[in-house]
């Protein structure tokens, strides 16, 4: 009987391991690592400071390449029209976790394994008391002290834009008074998506410089799957590094809801096992 009862169960893992090696189960339950070592990683890590101040160095740099003369057909928007050479020069920023960081939202999503939800967003966004990504301030200062004006392009909505610009303000970045500086979604018709900002702003300022931490801060198309959004980085590959500078973010963004096509939100186990079948192991 033992002898038999053995011999099952190891017939049993024979065929498991035929038959599973590589491969998921239906449902992938999330552990509570899900998200941690990323949200870490940029609140915690000399790493991602390091990565976030070499960016915005390199940042410095191409605004005075940008700046000389010789360079006045220098332009970091792809929606600019002929004749922007005597147009004041401008700089694009996006907001969150480009110039101010989300992390601590993020942690406590983390901490609580909780979902994103827009009315907690907003709760956060109101407390104004998000911080100065590594590096970003340097720039903004760097770029206002050169006659440079500073447009932040965010998909925050229009009814957390006053958050936003005291936030922004208290953290010791320039937000000019005269005009509005601060471009929200949805703040006007068709502002949906970023294009149209961009749009506007290269119709009055000529783009020296655009950073942010997504491939729609740069360019349109990028809600698309993994391998067009790659295809359409890679067409701009002579912008990288010189008229656009990208910040690292492993958190949140495009690419990860290019994952499953930008559909409805599917379950957490769901989304977990997607992530799995997505990895490319030795064997």
């Not at 011999?7 to 038959?19: D, E, M, P, Q, S």
């Not at 101040?53 to 000389?68: S, T």
Request: aromatic share 8%.
């Amino acid at each position: 009987m033992r002898w038999r009862l053995a011999a099952i169960l190891l017939a049993a893992l024979l065929v498991g391991c035929r038959t599973g090696a590589g491969s998921l189960p239906d449902q992938v339950t999330p552990g509570p690592q899900e998200g941690l070592d990323a949200v870490l990683w940029m609140q915690t890590s000399a790493e991602y400071r390091v990565s976030a101040e070499q960016a915005y160095r390199l940042a410095m740099l191409r605004l005075e390449d940008a700046l000389r003369p010789e360079n006045a057909g220098w332009t970091a928007a792809v929606e600019q029209k002929p004749g922007y050479a005597g147009l004041p020069p401008a700089v694009i920023l996006d907001v969150d976790d480009t110039v101010l960081a989300s992390t601590p939202f993020q942690a406590q999503l983390v901490r609580e394994q909780a979902r994103f939800e827009p009315e907690a967003w907003s709760a956060w966004v109101r407390k104004e008391e998000a911080p100065a990504v590594p590096g970003s301030l340097a720039l903004a200062r760097s770029a206002r002290e050169r006659g440079v004006r500073i447009f932040y392009i965010t998909n925050r909505e229009l009814d957390l834009e006053e958050a936003t610009r005291r936030n922004l303000e208290r953290q010791g970045f320039p937000v000019e008074g005269g005009g509005d500086s601060i471009l929200s979604r949805g703040e006007r018709p068709g502002w949906d998506l970023k294009l149209p900002r961009r749009e506007f702003v290269a119709s009055s300022h000529r783009v020296l410089l655009i950073v942010g931490d997504s491939l729609d801060d740069f360019v349109a198309g990028s809600r698309a799957a993994a391998e067009e959004r790659n295809a359409l980085a890679q067409r701009y590959d002579d912008y990288w590094g010189t008229r656009w500078i990208l910040i690292p973010n492993p958190v949140y963004g495009d690419w990860l809801r290019s994952l499953d096509g930008f559909g409805h939100a599917p379950p957490p186990g769901e989304i977990l096992r997607r992530k799995q079948e997505l990895l490319e192991p030795y064997d």
